[in-house]
């Protein structure tokens, strides 16, 4: 079963409506129907006052002659006209029933796919060569693997790429480093131990420094030992990278990676088609783009450089061309880049250059995210000021995951531990996911780890009592008939009905907080269900296969939802 939501089945008929009686085209959006925040309305339709003024017209008589035009085919009762103008709706008891019980033969729970699939190149994680995983990679792994999953869900194509930082400068001193220690084993315990070693020699060793820098020009110059012992400084990294991933449940994979050097081909053809074009300017030796519209606060505009003055290119040249070759080479439609917002003028810049170098004429999304905090509301760090590495993090959740589980939990060790994988790595997906992304959070265990309040924990507890009521029924039982006659059980339907809606605007914003806003009133709905409307004990059998039936809605939107963000919902706390 695929169907049109509730807003769109509304708007669609009071668009017809205003088509009638005024003589109006309107598209759906137009007809601007929302849940209504109003006790004892469902929805309503804010079209009469914006169309009154349009049309010089009184917005209640506009609204009036809508609802005397509008045919609801059982949906809703005809509207009542409210205030200023406002449609308001209360849908129907008996089309909520079926509509509710239509929902447990639809694996999708109603959603439907969209009409109009894109094909959307998302860049995400892309953490650095021989430099461990930080938060911010965190947060842009776990952003970016939720966008893939909601958009795989509404049925676009994804092609996730993996923008690896594994070229440039620091790589001649990295090499002479790997080479220096690496008489025999060359497994790299720690990244960033590492990297402050090569480091260190560059600043103090004059002889190092310069074998560095004429590796870095063998390196880019192709020679083969060279590109052999930075393929083992990728290979190491990766090997962490994907530990990381395999703790986080992220499907990223080697054939994800397009690193910077997978670009290193295109880059000259780049900066020729921009001179070619006629965007490039020389300045101080560098060719750069000044794109419309980028000033500094002087006045002056703002290059991005795409060839150094001694012929290297940099981040922003690299760039540009992973514009050109998803569009160009593999068809992009859209082109989404989940990347901390101090990258926001990089990449405003990087859209300009590339729509007037005609390359880009699709959808560009920078979708930014701000930074994690530590308690003390500063970038997060260590107790010993270093970065916190991503993989002790993870193991620190679970460890802390594993204490909370403990408390309540009667299940034997084994599943305990499996539960505390889920739960401690959940928490810190979710307190990523829940709040705008743009903004910074403060990371803190107990408030990620709260039972009560918008938590992942909370979430999985609500799934795991909808699992246990059902085992406790017997399973579901056959038939779809619902019945809604507490307004507990209406309300708990209602939203359920909604859960497309919620889908739609956290894919359509790259909003996956929408979407935790949406699973935690669902949740909190349900508990209210929960303690008003005994399910095992309901007065009837009617009324019990109902309730059970809803318990059973509920779960699947939970846990479906959850896996949309990338979390699991296990079956027992
Ligand atoms: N490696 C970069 C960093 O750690 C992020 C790369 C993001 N992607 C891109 N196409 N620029 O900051």
């Given at each position: 079963m695929q169907t049109a939501d509730v807003t769109e089945e509304l708007a669609r008929r009071v668009v017809a409506a205003a088509g009638r009686a005024l003589d109006v085209e309107l598209t759906p959006d137009q007809a601007l129907i929302q849940a209504s925040p109003r006790e004892g309305v469902d929805y309503q339709g804010n079209l009469a006052m914006s169309l009154g003024k349009r049309l010089g017209r009184p917005p209640r008589e506009v609204a009036g002659l809508i609802a005397g035009a509008l045919e609801l085919g059982g949906i809703a009762d005809p509207p009542e006209i409210a205030g200023p103008g406002f449609l308001n709706f209360v849908l129907r008891g008996e089309w909520l029933e079926a509509r509710t019980g239509a929902l447990l033969g639809d694996p999708r729970l109603g959603v439907p796919e969209t009409a109009a699939p894109r094909r959307v190149a998302l860049d995400y994680s892309s953490p650095n060569v021989a430099k461990e995983m930080h938060v911010g990679h965190l947060r842009s792994s776990v952003i970016g693997d939720a966008l893939a999953r909601l958009l795989r869900f509404a049925g676009h194509e994804v092609l996730p790429h993996n923008h690896l930082?594994?070229?440039?400068?620091p790589f001649g001193m990295l090499i002479e480093h790997l080479l220096d220690v690496s008489a025999g084993q060359r497994a790299i315990a720690d990244l960033d131990a590492f990297y402050r070693e090569a480091r260190r020699k560059f600043d103090s060793d004059e002889a190092f420094a310069t074998r560095a820098r004429t590796r870095v020009v063998r390196l880019q110059s192709g020679d083969e030992d060279t590109l052999a012992v930075w393929q083992e400084l990728v290979d190491e990294s990766t090997r962490h990278f994907d530990e990381v991933y395999a703790l986080l449940g992220i499907s990223l994979t080697d054939k994800d990676i397009y690193g910077e050097s997978f670009y290193n081909p295109y880059l000259a053809s780049v900066v020729e088609d921009l001179e070619k074009a006629g965007l490039t300017d020389v300045s101080d030796g560098a060719v750069c783009v000044f794109p419309e519209g980028f000033r500094n606060r002087e006045g002056d505009r703002l290059p991005l450089i795409v060839r150094k003055r001694d012929g290297g290119y940099g981040y922003a040249a690299t760039d540009l061309a992973t514009v050109r070759y998803w569009t160009a080479e593999r068809g992009a439609t859209d082109l989404v880049y989940v990347v901390g917002t101090p990258q926001a003028q990089h990449f405003a810049m990087l859209f300009a250059i590339c729509r007037e170098a005609g390359w880009l004429t699709g959808h560009a999304e920078h979708v930014g995210f701000g930074t994690v905090l530590g308690a003390d509301g500063k970038t997060m760090r260590t107790r010993a000021g270093e970065t916190v590495k991503l993989a002790d993090l993870l193991t620190e959740a679970v460890t802390q995951a594993a204490a909370v589980v403990a408390e309540r939990s009667e299940l034997d060790a084994a599943v305990q531990a499996e539960v505390a994988r889920a739960v401690g790595i959940g928490a810190v997906k979710y307190a990523d996911l829940s709040?705008?992304?743009e903004r910074d959070y403060v990371f803190a265990w107990d408030r990620m780890l709260a039972?009560?309040?918008?938590t992942s924990v909370y979430l999985q507890y609500a799934h795991a009592r909808t699992r246990s009521i059902l085992r406790k029924a017997g399973g579901l039982p056959g038939g779809t008939d619902v019945l809604l006659e507490a307004p507990e059980e209406r309300a708990l339907a209602l939203k359920l009905l909604r859960f497309g809606e919620a889908l739609k605007a956290a894919t359509s914003g790259y909003a996956p907080h929408k979407l935790c806003t949406y699973l935690y009133e669902t949740a909190v709905i349900f508990s209210r269900f929960f303690e008003e409307c005994p399910v095992l004990k309901a007065s009837s059998p009617e009324l019990r296969d109902s309730r059970l039936r809803l318990t059973e809605l509920t779960s699947r939107t939970l846990a479906l939802g959850l896996s949309l963000l990338g979390i699991e919902a296990p079956e027992q706390l």
């Amino acid at each position: 079963m695929q169907t049109a939501d509730v807003t769109e089945e509304l708007a669609r008929r009071v668009v017809a409506a205003a088509g009638r009686a005024l003589d109006v085209e309107l598209t759906p959006d137009q007809a601007l129907i929302q849940a209504s925040p109003r006790e004892g309305v469902d929805y309503q339709g804010n079209l009469a006052m914006s169309l009154g003024k349009r049309l010089g017209r009184p917005p209640r008589e506009v609204a009036g002659l809508i609802a005397g035009a509008l045919e609801l085919g059982g949906i809703a009762d005809p509207p009542e006209i409210a205030g200023p103008g406002f449609l308001n709706f209360v849908l129907r008891g008996e089309w909520l029933e079926a509509r509710t019980g239509a929902l447990l033969g639809d694996p999708r729970l109603g959603v439907p796919e969209t009409a109009a699939p894109r094909r959307v190149a998302l860049d995400y994680s892309s953490p650095n060569v021989a430099k461990e995983m930080h938060v911010g990679h965190l947060r842009s792994s776990v952003i970016g693997d939720a966008l893939a999953r909601l958009l795989r869900f509404a049925g676009h194509e994804v092609l996730p790429h993996n923008h690896l930082g594994d070229w440039g400068t620091p790589f001649g001193m990295l090499i002479e480093h790997l080479l220096d220690v690496s008489a025999g084993q060359r497994a790299i315990a720690d990244l960033d131990a590492f990297y402050r070693e090569a480091r260190r020699k560059f600043d103090s060793d004059e002889a190092f420094a310069t074998r560095a820098r004429t590796r870095v020009v063998r390196l880019q110059s192709g020679d083969e030992d060279t590109l052999a012992v930075w393929q083992e400084l990728v290979d190491e990294s990766t090997r962490h990278f994907d530990e990381v991933y395999a703790l986080l449940g992220i499907s990223l994979t080697d054939k994800d990676i397009y690193g910077e050097s997978f670009y290193n081909p295109y880059l000259a053809s780049v900066v020729e088609d921009l001179e070619k074009a006629g965007l490039t300017d020389v300045s101080d030796g560098a060719v750069c783009v000044f794109p419309e519209g980028f000033r500094n606060r002087e006045g002056d505009r703002l290059p991005l450089i795409v060839r150094k003055r001694d012929g290297g290119y940099g981040y922003a040249a690299t760039d540009l061309a992973t514009v050109r070759y998803w569009t160009a080479e593999r068809g992009a439609t859209d082109l989404v880049y989940v990347v901390g917002t101090p990258q926001a003028q990089h990449f405003a810049m990087l859209f300009a250059i590339c729509r007037e170098a005609g390359w880009l004429t699709g959808h560009a999304e920078h979708v930014g995210f701000g930074t994690v905090l530590g308690a003390d509301g500063k970038t997060m760090r260590t107790r010993a000021g270093e970065t916190v590495k991503l993989a002790d993090l993870l193991t620190e959740a679970v460890t802390q995951a594993a204490a909370v589980v403990a408390e309540r939990s009667e299940l034997d060790a084994a599943v305990q531990a499996e539960v505390a994988r889920a739960v401690g790595i959940g928490a810190v997906k979710y307190a990523d996911l829940s709040g705008d992304r743009e903004r910074d959070y403060v990371f803190a265990w107990d408030r990620m780890l709260a039972k009560e309040g918008n938590t992942s924990v909370y979430l999985q507890y609500a799934h795991a009592r909808t699992r246990s009521i059902l085992r406790k029924a017997g399973g579901l039982p056959g038939g779809t008939d619902v019945l809604l006659e507490a307004p507990e059980e209406r309300a708990l339907a209602l939203k359920l009905l909604r859960f497309g809606e919620a889908l739609k605007a956290a894919t359509s914003g790259y909003a996956p907080h929408k979407l935790c806003t949406y699973l935690y009133e669902t949740a909190v709905i349900f508990s209210r269900f929960f303690e008003e409307c005994p399910v095992l004990k309901a007065s009837s059998p009617e009324l019990r296969d109902s309730r059970l039936r809803l318990t059973e809605l509920t779960s699947r939107t939970l846990a479906l939802g959850l896996s949309l963000l990338g979390i699991e919902a296990p079956e027992q706390l």
